[in-house]
Nanobody
């Protein structure tokens, strides 16, 4: 099993940047594909980005492509989401998730473990 804890959320003006972190417990972090999802009030949880074990395969939602970057540091058991050029519509609770299967998934149902989430609010 793996436990996940997000941090780094907060209030930022449109056009600004934030970096989210997700710290994982357990010795097998490097064997998990990791993902970031977000959920805005009244909306379904949606895919943001995913990364494979070594970081060589990354996928992004079209809405964040070119603005967000997912990365990981397996020595620190941490995955990151660098968010630049933030927009009002990026406001949501952001969740990190771990997938034990060896393939990319953009579906929330494809992930086995979830963090509690961190709030990101973008203001005008």
């Amino acid at each position: 099993q793996v436990q996940l804890a997000e941090s780094g959320g907060g209030l930022v003006q449109a056009g600004g940047s934030l970096r989210l972190s997700c710290a994982a417990s357990g010795r097998t972090f490097s064997s998990y594909y990791m993902g970031w999802f977000r959920q805005a009030p009244g909306k379904e949880r949606e895919f943001v980005a995913t990364i494979n074990w070594g970081g060589g395969i990354r996928n992004y939602a079209d809405s964040v492509k070119g603005r967000f970057t997912i990365s990981r540091d397996n020595a620190k058991n941490t995955v990151y989401l660098q968010m630049n050029s933030l927009k009002l519509e990026d406001t949501a609770v952001y969740y990190c998730a771990a997938r034990s299967r060896s393939s990319t998934s953009v579906s929330a149902g494809g992930y086995d473990y979830w963090g509690q989430g961190t709030q990101v609010t973008v203001s005008s």
